[in-house]
């Protein structure tokens, strides 16, 4: 694979798998012996969400879901998000985790929340593996964070720059000018 | 012009119904924050405006804007302006106890109890300016063109049936408020706001403000993306001002959210050059500690482009 263009590594794969598992552990006490069902919003969070299902004790079910791309409206109606592949199961009664990346703007959590609301699961959660507060716009309550980030542009574990770099076991700032 | 009235039961939905409906339509999007900053303008403030006159001064006011534009009015009764008007159309959004809380809740961050808490104050609010503003807090079902259940539909779903029934009534076709239709219509409200001693407004500016810079439009349409409300420089807050108290320097933020009563400023020019808005900003915060601003940078600006694929020339 073509060397990444990073500044530095924020967070080493020892440092994202040690945190992974301590989130973890926090989540399947929570939900001791209690159903969980993990949402997963695609592309981003599938390294996340499956590194931390592992690690969960607590009986888990997966579901994905997809949102419309603001990078693919084209000219005439303007566009607004929308659910591009929606959950293959009722969450109705159920407890429920949104499994994200990253959040920073929170336009697309809030968004999420409100789509997975309207089908009244038994709670509705979140747990992302990055927070980048200083870019916060819209405030979403996030249940359970593995790492707080600078305002900096990331890629690994999931997170892209133009699809490349997901699979990175590592979580590194990335040089947007040089790339 | 058409007037399409969208309202709703607090809590539920429908202002959100509204701005998709106004964006989808292309129309001017009146809301009660836009009416009455508007009536605040032309009247420098809202003291002194009784509650009773305020159905015939935001009618006069919508009248003005549909010579230009149709309109999407989305007020606390809504439903009881433009009544007796052809081309219009009435919808009302209702949701049950749980859908409302859920609502409050992901909306705001709030607690089950704080949202049962907010949505009765809501609702108590609601009635009581309906009161004061139309003599009655009671909705009758007969008021209503068309009324939506949250129960049964989305946001997605409820505003493909308003749109259809605009498009099937031929609202959109039915043109804009004539000069005559406008001065007949402005008579009669200047007949019903002289019992309360009140000289609407002879010109409403609703022009559209242009943006300053490419980035603004797209940041715009990212917000209207994501069905977030905004509106563009909706104030300005003086930072000094001489000894008679002339406002000697301003300052202006790009975006105000209304939701999360949250000004931005995007500042796309280098970083060595914003040095003087930052000083405005530091003032800003000092001055007025009160006031939500955040500020997003060149470097911001460029994350934002990598992260939404926005056009790459706006970080430049």
């Known amino acids: 694979m073509k060397e990444p263009p990073i500044d530095r590594v924020l967070f080493t794969a020892e440092q994202v798998e040690a945190r992974i598992r301590q989130v973890a552990a926090e989540i399947s006490a929570e939900y001791e012996n209690r159903e969980l069902k993990l949402i997963g919003v695609l592309k981003g969070s599938v390294f996340f969400l499956t590194a931390l299902a592992r690690e969960l004790t607590a009986p888990v079910k997966l579901d994905f879901l997809a949102v419309s791309s603001f990078a693919n409206q084209r ?105 | 012009m058409a007037f399409i009235r969208i309202s709703g039961e607090p809590g539920s939905r429908h202002e959100e119904l509204a701005r998709m409906t106004a964006q989808r339509l292309d129309c001017h999007l009146a809301t009660e924050v836009g009416i009455c900053d508007t009536i605040a303008n032309e009247f420098s403030g809202l003291h002194g405006i009784p509650d009773r006159a305020w159905p015939h001064l935001a009618a006069s006011i919508l009248a003005k804007i549909g010579v230009e534009r149709h309109v999407v009015v989305s007020t606390v009764g809504a439903e009881r302006l433009f009544r007796d008007y052809p081309a219009t159309l009435s919808i009302h959004v209702t949701a049950p106890e749980s859908r409302k809380l859920s609502n409050l809740m992901v909306t705001r961050g709030l607690s089950d109890e704080q949202a049962r808490t907010l949505l009765f104050e809501l609702e108590s609010e609601a009635a009581s300016m309906r009161r004061r503003r139309f003599g009655s807090a009671g909705k009758r079902g007969q008021s209503y063109d068309v009324m939506l259940n949250e129960a049964a539909l989305n946001v997605e779903q409820m505003l493909d049936v308003v749109e259809f029934t605009i498009r099937s009534k031929g609202l959109l076709e039915a043109g804009l408020v004539s000069e005559d239709d406008e001065k007949r219509f402005l008579f009669e409200s200047r007949l019903k706001l002289a019992r309360f001693g009140i000289v609407p407004p002879d010109r409403v500016n609703v022009a559209r403000k242009e943006f300053g810079h490419p ?102």
Not at chain 2, 261 to 281: C, F, G, H, P, S
């Open chain 2, 215 to 316: 980035s603004e439009e797209v940041f715009a349409n990212l917000l209207d993306f994501y069905r977030i409300a905004w509106d563009y420089e909706p104030r300005s807050f003086p930072l000094q001002w001489d000894k008679d108290g002339k406002v000697l320097e301003a300052f202006t933020p790009d975006f105000y959210l209304s939701e999360f009563d949250l000004y931005i400023e995007l500042t796309t020019m280098k970083q060595a050059n914003v040095t003087r808005k930052n000083r405005k900003i530091r003032l800003l915060k000092a001055i007025y500690p009160h006031v939500n601003i955040q500020v997003f940078y060149q470097k911001d600006v460029q994350d934002l482009v990598a992260k939404y694929g926005l056009p790459e020339r706006l970080a430049r």
């Open chain 1, 75 to 179: 000219g005439g109606m303007p566009g607004v998000v929308r659910i591009a592949k929606d959950l293959d199961e009722s969450i109705e009664g159920e407890h429920v985790m949104l499994v994200e990346d990253i959040i920073d703007t929170g336009f697309t959590t809030r968004y999420l929340m409100q789509h997975l609301a309207t089908r009244e699961p038994k709670s509705l959660s979140i747990c992302t593996l990055l927070d980048r507060t200083p870019r916060r716009i819209v405030q979403v309550p996030i249940d359970h964070r593995c790492f707080e980030i600078p305002d900096r542009f990331v890629v690994g574990c999931g997170l892209d720059y133009k699809q490349l770099y997901r699979n990175l076991k590592y979580i590194a700032a990335l040089n947007v000018e040089a790339s």
